[in-house]
């Protein structure tokens, strides 16, 4: 287990709706990252973390807001959805490599959170 | 913005055969780093590449990165249906982020 998870895993909303997602980390580590996945896309960064209260933006950041108040805990916010942001989020928390196969940051995922926007 | 072009975006192969998937960009990466995500879960890594020219093999897997820092490669030998799955490129341009290629699918047939 890589010690991170996402809530909830699968959301339906309504264009206009807040919708708030969570990435919850059980190792502490101080780098934490935000992540859609849409088809032609790959992964692209939203927000990240490195540290509480610190935070900065990716490359898709209108129309999302962050929080993070304790290390474990990484909030991703749209604070009124629209259909465009239905996708897939994913988290991810740098790790140490441990093997020179991996190198020296290890980027691990969490499952994943699924939203539509209606 | 730096891209990172993946190729072919698709693939559909027979079980045994041999294959390589490319990743390519315009810009010098300080790292590369290629993951597999399987349906319904996020991407794994499974190795990162540092030094232009390295070379590293991971069971059938065989992971390139080229001379400029600028491409690397996947080849698979003898593919397996357990193979199957979204292989993800990653390039560290210098700075704390990492930007992913759109992938290529995978598919092993038996």
């Known amino acids: 287990d890589a010690g991170i998870t996402q809530s909830p895993r699968h959301k339906v909303t309504e264009t206009g709706t807040p919708v708030t997602l969570r990435c919850h980390q059980t190792?502490?580590?101080?780098?934490m990252y935000w992540y859609r996945q849409d088809p032609g896309h790959g992964l692209r960064l939203i927000h990240y973390s490195y540290g509480v209260k610190d935070t900065d933006k990716g490359e898709v950041s209108d129309g999302y807001s962050v929080s993070r108040s304790k290390t474990e805990d990484f909030l991703l916010t749209l604070e009124s959805a629209t259909s465009s942001q239905t996708s897939v989020y994913f988290c991810?928390?740098?790790?140490?490599?441990?093997?020179?196969?991996?190198?020296?940051?290890?980027?691990?995922f969490g499952a994943g959170s699924r939203l539509t926007v209606l | 913005t730096q891209l990172l072009e993946q190729s072919p975006q698709f693939l559909s192969i027979q079980e045994g055969e041999n294959l390589t998937v490319y990743c390519n960009s315009s810009s010098v990466f300080s790292s590369l780093q290629w993951y597999r995500q399987e349906p319904g879960e996020g991407p794994v890594l499974l190795v990162t590449v540092v030094t232009g020219g390295e070379v590293k093999k991971l069971k059938r897997l065989t992971f390139q990165f080229g001379d400029a820092r600028k491409d690397s490669s996947l080849h698979i030998t003898a593919a397996q249906p357990g193979d199957t799955g979204l292989y993800l490129c990653?390039?560290?341009?210098?700075?704390?982020?990492?930007?992913f290629g759109t992938g290529t699918r995978l598919t092993i047939i038996p």
């Open positions: 991810a928390i740098r790790r140490p490599g441990t093997d020179t196969l991996h190198g020296a940051n290890v980027l691990t």
């Open positions: 190792e502490n580590h101080r780098y």
């Open positions: 990653a390039a560290n341009f210098g700075n704390e982020k990492l930007t």
